[in-house]
């Protein structure tokens, strides 16, 4: 009889850390663990007081190596199984995050020398300063012809890695010059715990413009944007690319010790966070949209068609599943939106209503706002408060609400939110269709999916088809356990290949949301509106929002 086998997936989210233990011949999640990060985000001020500028984002990389150190070895506590039976280890990580170390792999802010400098920390994903550069980055791209600008929707993201090093170069050059490498924070985390650095091919290729078989863009290309950035990938991002799956290193005897597993069980290339949820939800055929809805919104797509489609974030070969092309487009703010909407305009009275009722703000106001029937609040919504990521790739543009009166009331605007966001992922759904690239089903995971029935019941109408919801609460570190048991291989009571570890491991759909004909008719009324008013505050017809930005920071 064999023995049972496990595998640890650990997500490193934008808050917290979540450490999950998986039986590899099954993927069912045994037990979890959550670290909350001490310092957070830190996009007022640094950790000695110091102020940040507009748009900053930062983290600390002790935070990260804490959460390891207290997740981990919790989650096989509670799992109760032997930590001998552990056989592998995934991680994923918000992308892109990155920061700046030393040859010791000693991160630049826990250096004496550096721990004032903001740039010396990790920029989060939502590190937005560089915006300016981005925009610089894809001008230069545009003029030069470049080719594989196509494949990131023609634009370039401050999200993404170039733009956060050039913003180090622009404003720290001599912390650039001190930095041995600039470093993705998953990669750096698999760094811990192997002894050996390289670079996970999704992060490569959605957030670095790596291609396969073609590698990054060319010295020129660097060169044009500014001469000193001439031999940036040589200097700076010099590291291997590894293939998801591949198994990097064994665990350090060091870092056995501290987690309380065996050295030298197998650990996976690091993946983003988003991009690992396909996996966990089972996705492995063309066409397939897997929305991850959380603070904000990824949707990933898998394709063998190849096209240029604007505003996308990313078409790169095997950066999801290997075999298949990935897509990833998104919108910056969901979650983030609706917490907004709580934390800053509802009346008291509706709070003490929730207490009163032993419910959150946010239950309360969905039990008011599913009474409403479409179109019933008079409101339509942009869902633009951090910004646009897909399909305008624009961080300068802001949230519109239209069609208030004295008469509205909080519930109605909260379910205009909730609408907002269905919108946008419309657009992103119509805009892949009218590329060429199909989009036959769709997919949802993530809190938002599993806690708010009405939210995607609305998705379900506003789409026009149905909505399917993936039963993985955990979805993300589930992912990290699948490609952890990919790396340990079946020698070790894992898998030789990806798609046998899914289907073996992944989590199943529980729940289908289908389009209410009579609701779908109306929101298709307000999804045109919506379009008029996406193009006409996005495309350039009214550039208000970004004067009233400019205004805002004195220029």
Not at 260 to 288: E, K, W
Request: glycine share 10%.
């Amino acid at each position: 009889m064999e023995m049972a086998k496990y595998t640890v997936g650990m997500d490193f989210g934008t808050l917290s850390a979540r450490a999950v233990v998986a039986d590899t011949a099954n993927g069912r999640i045994l037990s979890g663990a959550e670290f909350v990060y001490p310092h957070g985000v830190m996009d007022a001020r640094l950790p000695d007081g110091a102020p940040l500028p507009l748009d900053y984002a930062l983290q600390h990389p002790r935070d990260y190596l804490d959460a390891l150190s207290a997740a981990i070895p919790e989650a096989v506590r509670k799992s109760g199984v032997d930590p001998a039976d552990v056989v592998g280890i995934g991680i994923d990580f918000t992308a892109c995050t990155v920061l700046p170390v030393d040859a010791a792999g000693t991160p630049l802010c826990l250096l004496p020398e550096w721990e004032h400098s903001p740039h010396a920390y990790v920029k989060l994903w939502k590190h937005h300063a560089a915006q300016g550069l981005a925009h610089r980055i894809a001008d230069i791209a545009r003029q030069r012809g470049e080719e594989w600008l196509s494949l990131y929707g023609g634009e370039v993201s401050s999200e993404w890695n170039l733009p956060k090093l050039w913003e180090v170069l622009e404003e720290a050059p001599e912390l650039y010059r001190a930095m041995y490498a600039w470093v993705e924070a998953g990669d750096w985390i698999v760094w811990q715990l192997t002894g050996r650095l390289t670079q996970n091919a999704c992060a490569a290729g959605y957030k670095s413009f790596y291609r396969k078989g073609k590698g990054f863009p060319s010295q020129d290309f660097y060169a044009a944007i500014d001469p000193r950035l001439q031999n940036v990938i040589a200097e700076k991002c010099f590291v291997p690319v590894v293939n998801l799956g591949t198994r990097v290193g064994g665990l350090t005897d060091a870092m056995a010790q501290s987690l309380g597993l065996r050295p030298g069980i197998a650990v996976a290339a690091a993946n983003v966070d988003a991009h690992v949820c396909v996996p966990a939800a089972g996705l492995t055929q063309p066409g397939q949209m897997l929305a991850i809805m959380g603070t904000s919104s990824c949707h990933m797509m898998l394709s063998h068609t190849v096209r240029a489609v604007p505003g996308m974030c990313g078409m790169v070969q095997d950066g999801l599943i290997p075999g298949f092309l990935g897509y990833e487009a998104g919108q910056s703010c969901v979650g983030d939106h609706f917490a907004w909407f709580c934390d800053r305009c509802v009346p008291a009275r509706y709070r003490e209503e929730a207490r009163r009722q032993g419910v959150n703000i946010h239950q309360y106001l969905t039990e008011l706002a599913q009474k409403l029937r479409p179109g019933e609040s008079g409101l339509l919504a942009l869902d633009w408060w951090n910004g646009n990521r897909s399909v305008l790739v624009d961080i300068d543009l802001s949230g519109l609400m239209l069609g208030m009166t004295l008469q509205t009331k909080p519930e109605e605007m909260y379910r205009a939110l909730i609408e907002a966001t269905a919108y946008g992922a419309r657009k992103i759904v119509e805009n892949y269709r009218a590329c060429g690239v199909p989009v036959t089903a769709f997919f949802a995971t993530g809190g938002i999916s599993q806690k708010n029935p009405m939210a995607m019941q609305i998705y379900a109408d506003v789409l026009n088809m149905p909505v399917r919801i993936v039963d993985a609460s955990q979805g993300a570190a589930l992912g990290s356990a699948i490609f952890g048991a990919v790396a340990a291989g079946s020698a070790d009571g894992g898998y030789d290949d990806v798609i046998s570890a899914i289907q073996a491991m992944s989590a199943p759909s529980v729940k289908t949301y289908e389009p209410i004909p009579e609701n779908a008719a109306v929101y298709e009324r307000l999804y045109r509106e919506y379009e008029a008013l996406h193009d006409y505050f996005g495309r350039g017809q009214n550039p208000v929002m970004k004067t009233l930005k400019a205004i805002k920071q004195g220029e």
